[in-house]
């Protein structure tokens, strides 16, 4: 059986295709470099993803302020995380990097801020 898959891990996004014989990897082909290989060896065992959301900001000029997860986690693990997130309200002034949860769920990513917001005067 064969599984094809699109690398995300570049902007080239090689189309991939894995085979697979009950669930081992056979062989691995149209990948332009070794990450290609990586990324779809992660898909078929532990797929991770990061993603960005907003919270809410209190005190400041905009009403909600940008944020990331600085490593990709368990796909399975992003609706707990982004609900743990929402519940989050950050504290005008916040800067770029300032951490909201520190390895959240103990999956070994924070989450930052990923925009300077200044506090309304
Ligand atoms: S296989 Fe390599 S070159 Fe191709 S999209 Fe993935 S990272 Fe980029």
Not at 6 to 18: M, R, W
Not at 49 to 68: N, Q, W
Request: charged residues 25%; aromatic residues 4%.
């Amino acid at each position: 059986m064969n599984r094809r898959f699109t690398c995300i891990v570049c902007p080239n996004g090689c189309e991939i295709t894995a085979e697979l014989d009950g669930g081992k990897i056979v062989s691995v082909a149209g990948a332009r470099c070794k990450k290609g290989g990586a990324y779809v060896r992660q898909e078929l065992t532990c797929p991770r993803r990061t993603f960005s959301t907003s919270i809410i900001l209190e005190g400041g000029k905009l009403p909600l302020v940008s944020v990331r997860l600085t490593k990709p986690i368990p796909k399975e693990k992003i609706f707990a995380v982004n609900e743990l997130i929402h519940r989050q309200k950050a504290q005008a002034p916040v800067r770029i990097g300032q951490i909201v949860l520190e390895n959240v769920l103990g999956l070994g990513s924070d989450v930052i801020i990923t925009k300077n917001a200044d506090r309304l005067s």
